[in-house]
Protein backbone atom coordinates (compact mmCIF):
# COMPACT_ATOMS: atom_id res chain seq x y z
CA UNK A 1 0.00 0.00 0.00
CA UNK A 2 0.89 3.75 -0.83
CA UNK A 3 1.12 5.70 2.85
CA UNK A 4 0.33 9.42 2.93
CA UNK A 5 2.16 11.98 4.63
CA UNK A 6 0.85 15.33 4.52
CA UNK A 7 0.29 16.18 0.71
CA UNK A 8 3.20 13.61 -0.60
CA UNK A 9 2.68 9.67 -1.05
CA UNK A 10 5.25 7.50 0.25
CA UNK A 11 6.33 4.55 -2.04
CA UNK A 12 7.09 1.39 0.35
CA UNK A 13 8.98 -1.35 0.06
CA UNK A 14 6.03 -3.57 -1.16
CA UNK A 15 5.71 -1.39 -3.92
CA UNK A 16 8.99 -1.87 -4.97
CA UNK A 17 9.43 -3.04 -8.71
CA UNK A 18 5.79 -1.40 -10.22
CA UNK A 19 5.93 0.83 -12.72
CA UNK A 20 4.67 4.46 -12.06
CA UNK A 21 1.41 4.41 -13.40
CA UNK A 22 0.30 1.46 -11.39
CA UNK A 23 1.29 3.64 -8.41
CA UNK A 24 -0.99 6.32 -9.86
CA UNK A 25 -3.64 3.96 -10.27
CA UNK A 26 -3.64 2.93 -6.76
CA UNK A 27 -3.12 6.51 -5.44
CA UNK A 28 -6.09 7.49 -7.10
CA UNK A 29 -8.84 5.14 -6.97
CA UNK A 30 -10.62 4.54 -10.11
CA UNK A 31 -8.29 5.80 -12.16
CA UNK A 32 -8.07 4.04 -16.01
CA UNK A 33 -4.43 3.03 -17.14
CA UNK A 34 -4.70 5.41 -19.88
CA UNK A 35 -5.65 8.23 -17.73
CA UNK A 36 -3.13 7.32 -15.29
CA UNK A 37 -0.29 7.44 -18.11
CA UNK A 38 -1.74 10.56 -19.34
CA UNK A 39 -1.35 11.69 -15.94
CA UNK A 40 2.37 11.34 -16.13
CA UNK A 41 3.34 12.26 -19.41
CA UNK A 42 1.48 16.01 -18.93
CA UNK A 43 3.89 16.13 -16.07
CA UNK A 44 1.34 16.41 -13.18
CA UNK A 45 3.11 13.01 -11.38
CA UNK A 46 6.19 14.91 -9.62
CA UNK A 47 8.12 12.28 -8.18
CA UNK A 48 10.97 13.22 -5.53
CA UNK A 49 10.18 17.02 -6.35
CA UNK A 50 10.49 16.72 -10.34
CA UNK A 51 8.33 15.94 -13.06
CA UNK A 52 7.88 12.20 -13.78
CA UNK A 53 6.40 11.84 -17.46
CA UNK A 54 7.47 7.75 -17.97
CA UNK A 55 4.17 5.98 -17.20
CA UNK A 56 6.96 2.59 -17.27
CA UNK A 57 9.26 3.98 -14.97
CA UNK A 58 9.94 1.11 -12.38
CA UNK A 59 9.90 2.39 -8.59
CA UNK A 60 12.22 1.35 -6.54
CA UNK A 61 10.42 2.32 -3.01
CA UNK A 62 10.91 4.84 -0.67
CA UNK A 63 9.93 7.44 -3.56
CA UNK A 64 7.94 10.67 -2.84
CA UNK A 65 5.02 11.09 -4.89
CA UNK A 66 2.68 14.23 -5.48
CA UNK A 67 -0.50 14.37 -7.96
CA UNK A 68 -0.92 18.04 -8.98
CA UNK A 69 -4.15 17.14 -10.58
CA UNK A 70 -5.05 20.87 -11.27
CA UNK A 71 -1.93 22.18 -12.35
CA UNK A 72 -1.50 23.09 -16.66
CA UNK A 73 0.29 20.31 -18.42
CA UNK A 74 4.18 20.54 -19.87
CA UNK A 75 4.43 21.85 -23.21
CA UNK A 76 7.78 20.87 -25.07
CA UNK A 77 9.55 23.61 -25.54
CA UNK A 78 12.04 24.09 -28.58
CA UNK A 79 15.70 22.65 -28.14
CA UNK A 80 17.92 25.63 -27.12
CA UNK A 81 20.59 27.10 -28.99
CA UNK A 82 23.31 25.66 -27.37
CA UNK A 83 22.03 21.99 -27.77
CA UNK A 84 23.25 22.59 -31.10
CA UNK A 85 26.91 21.79 -31.02
CA UNK A 86 27.98 21.84 -34.89
CA UNK A 87 25.74 23.42 -37.36
CA UNK A 88 26.72 23.34 -41.27
CA UNK A 89 25.29 22.98 -44.58
CA UNK A 90 25.37 19.69 -44.35
CA UNK A 91 25.03 18.35 -41.31
CA UNK A 92 23.69 19.52 -37.57
CA UNK A 93 25.24 17.64 -34.57
CA UNK A 94 22.45 17.83 -31.54
CA UNK A 95 22.11 16.91 -28.11
CA UNK A 96 19.38 14.88 -27.09
CA UNK A 97 17.35 15.53 -23.79
CA UNK A 98 16.17 11.78 -22.47
CA UNK A 99 12.06 11.85 -22.61
CA UNK A 100 12.06 12.51 -26.09
CA UNK A 101 11.53 10.38 -28.95
CA UNK A 102 14.29 11.45 -31.86
CA UNK A 103 11.52 10.77 -35.05
CA UNK A 104 8.21 9.71 -34.92
CA UNK A 105 7.39 6.39 -35.15
CA UNK A 106 3.70 4.66 -37.01
CA UNK A 107 1.56 4.09 -34.74
CA UNK A 108 3.14 6.51 -32.17
CA UNK A 109 1.31 8.28 -28.97
CA UNK A 110 3.72 11.62 -29.02
CA UNK A 111 2.81 13.74 -31.82
CA UNK A 112 5.25 14.94 -34.69
CA UNK A 113 5.77 18.10 -33.02
CA UNK A 114 7.45 15.99 -29.89
CA UNK A 115 10.36 14.87 -30.98
CA UNK A 116 13.94 15.92 -31.85
CA UNK A 117 13.76 15.95 -35.09
CA UNK A 118 11.50 18.76 -35.39
CA UNK A 119 12.32 20.97 -32.37
CA UNK A 120 15.54 21.03 -33.86
CA UNK A 121 14.20 22.36 -36.61
CA UNK A 122 13.63 25.04 -34.80
CA UNK A 123 17.17 25.93 -33.38
CA UNK A 124 18.12 25.21 -36.53
CA UNK A 125 16.17 27.85 -38.05
CA UNK A 126 16.85 30.33 -35.12
CA UNK A 127 20.39 29.52 -35.78
CA UNK A 128 20.37 30.71 -39.71
CA UNK A 129 17.93 34.12 -38.89
CA UNK A 130 21.23 35.16 -35.99
CA UNK A 131 23.93 33.82 -38.81
CA UNK A 132 22.29 36.10 -41.29
CA UNK A 133 21.72 32.94 -43.90
CA UNK A 134 18.58 31.35 -45.51
CA UNK A 135 16.58 29.89 -43.22
CA UNK A 136 16.75 26.38 -43.95
CA UNK A 137 14.82 23.96 -41.51
CA UNK A 138 15.39 20.86 -43.27
CA UNK A 139 16.93 18.00 -41.10
CA UNK A 140 16.67 14.26 -42.08
CA UNK A 141 16.95 11.37 -39.62
CA UNK A 142 20.50 9.22 -40.01
CA UNK A 143 20.32 7.80 -36.58
CA UNK A 144 17.88 7.12 -33.62
CA UNK A 145 18.13 6.91 -29.36
CA UNK A 146 16.06 5.49 -27.57
CA UNK A 147 13.64 8.04 -26.11
CA UNK A 148 15.47 7.71 -22.26
CA UNK A 149 18.77 7.63 -23.94
CA UNK A 150 20.17 11.13 -23.76
CA UNK A 151 23.68 12.41 -25.81
CA UNK A 152 24.56 13.25 -29.12
CA UNK A 153 22.72 12.43 -32.70
CA UNK A 154 23.33 13.74 -35.96
CA UNK A 155 20.62 15.08 -38.82
CA UNK A 156 21.82 15.73 -42.42
CA UNK A 157 20.55 18.83 -43.91
CA UNK A 158 20.37 16.98 -47.69
CA UNK A 159 19.78 14.25 -49.51
CA UNK A 160 23.55 13.62 -50.18
CA UNK A 161 24.76 14.04 -46.46
CA UNK A 162 22.24 12.01 -45.43
CA UNK A 163 23.32 9.14 -48.50
CA UNK A 164 27.02 9.28 -47.40
CA UNK A 165 25.96 9.17 -43.48
CA UNK A 166 23.84 6.22 -43.83
CA UNK A 167 26.46 4.70 -45.82
CA UNK A 168 28.94 4.85 -42.99
CA UNK A 169 26.92 3.21 -40.50
CA UNK A 170 26.45 0.94 -42.78
CA UNK A 171 30.01 0.10 -42.68
CA UNK A 172 30.35 0.06 -39.58
CA UNK A 173 32.98 3.23 -39.72
CA UNK A 174 30.76 5.61 -37.38
CA UNK A 175 32.44 6.22 -33.86
CA UNK A 176 29.34 5.37 -31.25
CA UNK A 177 30.67 5.51 -27.78
CA UNK A 178 27.78 4.82 -25.04
CA UNK A 179 28.20 5.51 -21.17
CA UNK A 180 26.11 2.99 -19.17
CA UNK A 181 25.47 2.53 -15.55
CA UNK A 182 24.76 -1.02 -15.12
CA UNK A 183 23.70 -2.98 -11.88
CA UNK A 184 25.83 -5.52 -10.30
CA UNK A 185 29.91 -5.91 -10.77
CA UNK A 186 30.37 -6.03 -14.81
CA UNK A 187 33.41 -7.47 -16.96
CA UNK A 188 34.93 -6.25 -20.03
CA UNK A 189 33.02 -7.85 -23.03
CA UNK A 190 32.76 -8.72 -26.24
CA UNK A 191 28.98 -9.03 -26.92
CA UNK A 192 28.18 -11.04 -30.66
CA UNK A 193 24.64 -12.24 -31.01
CA UNK A 194 22.19 -12.31 -33.91
CA UNK A 195 19.01 -10.09 -32.39
CA UNK A 196 15.60 -10.97 -33.23
CA UNK A 197 11.72 -9.41 -33.02
CA UNK A 198 10.88 -11.94 -30.38
CA UNK A 199 13.68 -13.90 -28.60
CA UNK A 200 10.52 -16.58 -27.34
CA UNK A 201 9.25 -14.75 -24.36
CA UNK A 202 7.83 -11.54 -26.63
CA UNK A 203 11.11 -8.85 -25.97
CA UNK A 204 13.17 -8.42 -28.52
CA UNK A 205 16.49 -10.27 -27.80
CA UNK A 206 19.40 -12.75 -28.82
CA UNK A 207 18.66 -15.50 -30.78
CA UNK A 208 19.40 -18.96 -28.72
CA UNK A 209 19.38 -16.53 -25.56
CA UNK A 210 16.17 -18.54 -23.86
CA UNK A 211 16.44 -21.93 -25.08
CA UNK A 212 18.99 -23.38 -28.02
CA UNK A 213 19.26 -22.14 -31.14
CA UNK A 214 19.12 -25.12 -33.64
CA UNK A 215 19.07 -25.04 -37.35
CA UNK A 216 18.87 -21.61 -38.99
CA UNK A 217 18.56 -18.22 -37.64
CA UNK A 218 15.27 -16.83 -38.86
CA UNK A 219 15.04 -14.56 -42.06
CA UNK A 220 14.64 -10.94 -39.56
CA UNK A 221 17.81 -12.04 -37.67
CA UNK A 222 20.81 -9.24 -37.29
CA UNK A 223 23.66 -9.46 -36.41
CA UNK A 224 24.59 -7.29 -33.08
CA UNK A 225 27.91 -6.42 -32.14
CA UNK A 226 28.81 -4.32 -29.00
CA UNK A 227 32.36 -3.73 -27.19
CA UNK A 228 31.98 -3.22 -23.54
CA UNK A 229 35.11 -1.89 -21.01
CA UNK A 230 34.58 -1.10 -17.64
CA UNK A 231 35.31 2.32 -16.03
CA UNK A 232 34.57 2.17 -12.48
CA UNK A 233 33.24 0.49 -9.73
CA UNK A 234 30.61 1.87 -7.62
CA UNK A 235 28.24 0.49 -4.97
CA UNK A 236 26.18 -2.23 -6.67
CA UNK A 237 26.47 -0.90 -10.31
CA UNK A 238 29.50 -0.24 -13.07
CA UNK A 239 30.05 2.29 -15.23
CA UNK A 240 30.70 0.87 -18.29
CA UNK A 241 31.14 2.33 -21.93
CA UNK A 242 30.16 0.74 -24.97
CA UNK A 243 31.26 0.81 -28.70
CA UNK A 244 28.42 -0.42 -30.89
CA UNK A 245 30.20 -1.71 -33.95
CA UNK A 246 26.01 -1.94 -35.56
CA UNK A 247 23.34 -0.43 -34.31
CA UNK A 248 20.06 -2.14 -33.66
CA UNK A 249 17.41 -1.44 -31.78
CA UNK A 250 18.16 -1.58 -28.06
CA UNK A 251 20.98 -3.31 -28.86
CA UNK A 252 23.34 -1.84 -25.44
CA UNK A 253 20.09 -2.64 -23.24
CA UNK A 254 19.97 -6.14 -24.60
CA UNK A 255 23.50 -6.93 -24.66
CA UNK A 256 23.77 -5.90 -21.08
CA UNK A 257 20.84 -7.05 -19.67
CA UNK A 258 21.53 -10.53 -21.18
CA UNK A 259 24.80 -10.43 -19.81
CA UNK A 260 23.90 -10.43 -16.36
CA UNK A 261 24.03 -6.69 -16.05
CA UNK A 262 20.82 -4.75 -17.70
CA UNK A 263 21.47 -0.83 -16.86
CA UNK A 264 19.74 1.26 -13.90
CA UNK A 265 16.47 2.67 -15.07
CA UNK A 266 15.85 -0.53 -17.39
CA UNK A 267 11.62 -0.82 -17.26
CA UNK A 268 12.08 -3.73 -20.42
CA UNK A 269 15.11 -5.53 -19.82
CA UNK A 270 15.29 -6.81 -16.33
CA UNK A 271 13.22 -9.60 -15.96
CA UNK A 272 15.88 -11.74 -14.83
CA UNK A 273 17.47 -9.17 -12.76
CA UNK A 274 17.70 -10.62 -9.03
CA UNK A 275 19.37 -8.27 -7.31
CA UNK A 276 18.28 -5.16 -5.36
CA UNK A 277 16.95 -2.63 -8.12
CA UNK A 278 18.79 0.79 -7.95
CA UNK A 279 16.64 3.69 -8.24
CA UNK A 280 17.12 6.28 -10.86
CA UNK A 281 14.94 8.78 -12.98
CA UNK A 282 15.63 7.38 -16.22
CA UNK A 283 17.69 4.78 -18.62
CA UNK A 284 21.23 5.20 -17.33
CA UNK A 285 22.24 5.35 -20.97
CA UNK A 286 24.21 8.23 -22.87
CA UNK A 287 25.66 8.53 -25.87
CA UNK A 288 28.76 10.47 -25.77
CA UNK A 289 30.72 10.33 -28.44
CA UNK A 290 29.99 10.80 -31.96
CA UNK A 291 32.36 10.70 -35.17
CA UNK A 292 32.27 10.47 -38.53
CA UNK A 293 33.35 11.44 -41.77
CA UNK A 294 32.29 14.81 -42.86
CA UNK A 295 30.02 14.17 -46.19
CA UNK A 296 31.36 16.84 -48.21
CA UNK A 297 34.76 17.67 -46.70
CA UNK A 298 36.12 14.12 -46.31
CA UNK A 299 37.20 15.10 -43.44
CA UNK A 300 37.15 12.78 -39.97
CA UNK A 301 34.99 14.96 -37.74
CA UNK A 302 34.10 14.31 -33.74
CA UNK A 303 32.31 15.41 -30.67
CA UNK A 304 31.87 14.36 -27.05
CA UNK A 305 29.06 15.34 -24.38
CA UNK A 306 29.66 14.58 -20.88
CA UNK A 307 26.68 13.21 -19.12
CA UNK A 308 23.84 15.36 -18.06
CA UNK A 309 22.98 16.77 -14.57
CA UNK A 310 20.43 13.06 -13.81
CA UNK A 311 22.67 10.94 -15.14
CA UNK A 312 25.76 12.48 -12.84
CA UNK A 313 23.75 12.64 -10.03
CA UNK A 314 22.95 8.71 -10.24
CA UNK A 315 26.84 8.49 -10.73
CA UNK A 316 27.79 10.48 -7.35
CA UNK A 317 25.22 8.79 -5.42
CA UNK A 318 26.69 5.48 -6.56
CA UNK A 319 30.40 7.02 -5.78
CA UNK A 320 29.43 8.43 -2.40
CA UNK A 321 26.90 5.98 -0.81
CA UNK A 322 25.54 6.67 2.34
CA UNK A 323 26.36 4.52 5.39
CA UNK A 324 23.53 2.80 7.33
Given at each position: ??????????????????????VVREAAPGTSWSRARELCRSGRVWLDGE?????????????????????????????????????????????KPAGLLTVPFAGGERSERETLLSLARVAVRRLDTIRGQEPNPSLRAVQRLDKDTSGLVVFARNVRAQRRLQEQLGEHSVTRRYLAVVHGAAADAVCDSLLVPDRGDGLRGSWGFLRSAQGEPPPEARNAITFVTVLERLAGATLVACELETGRQHQIRIHLAEGGHPVVGETVYIRDWRGPLIPAPRLMLHAAVLGFVHPRTGRQVRWEDPPPADFAAVLDRLRHPVQP
Open positions: MIAAVADVLLVTAEQAGETLAAPATDPARRLAGGERIELRLDAPALRREAVPLDAVLHLDADVAVVR
